[in-house]
């Protein structure tokens, strides 16, 4: 780009705030800084405070530039050590937001499986027997074969009396669930990792 100012004498006169100074280096740099702003940020409303910070650094700090290119390469290099610090910035903001999500998710996670295994021993506990007997031995994680014979029963009565107490607690936990999200889960927040269909189904593959 060639200058509409050939006399570079105004670049001293930078130095010394002089205001028809800044309306050429305004002229003269402006709309290229932007331009060149926006290939880092990729926004134009950034890139336009960028380039403005540039320029009223330079006014805070009175530097002196002898020449057009001492000139041109502070106010490149200026413009691109702040949008990239922009850029860190922003990366940064975007690890901390996905880092507290995932906290949270976790958190929320936990709590969201404790209440549905509390919930679920707790109805375990309010079936009737031998139902009630064969599933607790079964979170103590007995074979079918062993609570048969700790039970005095059959193997095939074991397990019929398994999917019947399952199919009750598989009732039961529908309305579990339905609690569960309305207890923990706000309408405009789900985390990705909550999923209440996997703890009900992990809640009964225990009793398998």
Known sequence: MSSQ??????????????EEA????????????????MKYVKDKEVAEDIVQDV??????RRLLFDTPVALKSFLFLSVKNKALNFLR???????????????????????????????????IG???????????????ELSNEEIAEQLGLSVDSVKAHKKRGKQILKERLKGL?????????????????????????IAMARLK
């Not at 923990?184 to 209440?196: A, E, G, I, M, R």
Request: glycine share 2%; proline share 4%.
């Open 55 to 60: 320029i009223t650094e330079l006014y805070s």
């Open 177 to 201: 669930m339905a609690f569960c999200r309305a207890k923990f889960l706000q309408p405009h927040y789900t985390p990705k990792s909550t999923s209440l269909r996997l703890f009900r189904n």
């Open 89 to 123: 910035r922003q990366q940064a903001q975007e690890r901390y937001l996905n880092n507290r999500m995932e906290e949270e998710s976790f958190f929320l996670n936990n709590i969201i499986r404790e209440e549905v295994y509390y919930h679920l021993q707790k109805m």
């Open 5 to 18: 100012h050939p006399d570079f004498k105004w670049i001293e006169q930078l130095h010394f705030g002089n």
């Open 22 to 37: 800044y309306r050429i280096l305004f002229d003269e740099y402006y709309q290229m800084l932007g331009v060149f702003a």
């Open 126 to 140: 309010d079936l009737s027997d031998p139902v009630r007997q064969i599933y607790e031995l079964t979170l103590q």
